[in-house]
């Protein structure tokens, strides 16, 4: 089934990144995958813009079925291939609930991490206004600060929902990824370094870490201070 599924991704994109775990979670590694270059502006290539006229990444196709939004991807994925390894949305009514709530959650904590990287990255030095930068930085210190509580009153070893690893983990493990590559600090948000910490060397983070951070550091450091 996987050798009928062609995925466009580009490499450290955290909503790229959300459906190659959920891939390799299902047990779907046989499909066809291409990194394409965001610097390059490959995205923007005829072969994305065929199955995806925005010529946005991730950019999928299931036969001929196309989709190209990271969370419905995730979702058709378990929808699909429920029985096929990892269970990713709970049967039950309250676990299945929660898993849907931080899942959605992690949207606002992508919009905040976003705004301050993307500040850096497209607003000239000379332009920068500390008073837009303080605002943002204080929004996502309050945001972090809600998801260093949700793990607080977790057991330990828990993931995002409770002990199973879930949907909820897909969508939240790479954006915080993202986070500590571009400098948040460690000792300012334990319980999250220790889930980052331990949920990395998950078999299906591991297969589907972007390939270069392996092969250079990161460019930025601009959450070191929230």
Known sequence: MAESMLLFWGSGSPPCWRVT????????QGYKGKVLSFEKMEHKS???????????????????IVLNESIGICLYLENQFKSQGTQLIPDSGAEQALVYQRMFEVLTLQEKVVAIIYYFWKVPENE??????????????AELNMWEGYLGK???????????????????????ACAFRF???TDK???????????????????SWPPHWNESPPMMDVLKDI
Do not use: W
């Open 21 to 28: 775990i959920a891939l390799e979670e299902k047990k779907l």
């Open 46 to 64: 005829n072969e994305v813009l065929e199955i995806n006229p925005r010529g946005q990444l991730p950019s999928f196709r299931h036969g001929k």
């Open 128 to 141: 920068r206004h500390e008073s837009a930068l303080e605002r943002n930085k204080k929004a996502l210190n």
């Open 154 to 176: 977790l057991p330990p070893n828990s993931h995002i929902t409770g002990k199973n690893f879930t949907m909820a983990d897909v969508m939240l493990f790479p954006q915080l």
């Open 183 to 185: 400098g948040l600090a």
């Open 189 to 207: 948000y334990p319980k999250m370094f220790e889930y980052y910490s331990r949920v990395k060397e998950r078999p299906s983070v591991k297969a």
